[in-house]
């Protein structure tokens, strides 16, 4: 699978923004897919995680800084992930990068295709 962000930019404080993650390839639907970003001078860091097919339900997880305010979803029919933003805070700024895994977790490492990155800046 190849993986491609799109959707940063340049907000206020306060406003929203919805990254979007388009996949290739046709087994898109059995991948764990996640969100990390990486601040300057920050080590990557996890974002949110959902899981792929074959349970009853999606399964997604979320960094606490992110809780309440980010949402992960997926499009399998459009082989795309989404994670729409709301209440964006100045801390929020950093690369964005999608991820594709076979296992559900958050650990970077693990995660074994990743995405060019998107950038988010958000201004106070």
């Known amino acids: 699978v190849q993986l491609q962000a799109s959707g940063g930019g340049l907000v206020q404080a306060g406003g929203s923004l919805r990254l979007s993650c388009a996949a290739s390839g046709r087994t898109f639907s059995r991948y764990v897919m996640g969100w990390f970003r990486q601040a300057p001078g920050k080590e990557r860091e996890f974002v949110a995680a959902?899981?792929?097919?074959?349970?009853?339900?999606?399964?997604?997880e979320y960094a606490d800084s992110v809780k309440g305010r980010f949402t992960i979803s997926r499009d399998n029919a459009k082989n795309t992930v989404y994670l729409q933003m709301h209440s964006l805070k100045p801390e929020d700024t950093a690369v964005y990068y999608c991820?594709?895994?076979?296992?559900?977790?958050?650990?970077?490492?693990?995660?074994?295709?990743w995405g060019q990155g998107t950038q988010v800046t958000v201004s106070s």
């Open positions: 991820a594709a895994g076979e296992r559900f977790t958050v650990v970077a490492a693990a995660y074994g295709t």
């Open positions: 959902i899981s792929g097919s074959g349970g009853s339900a999606y399964y997604a």
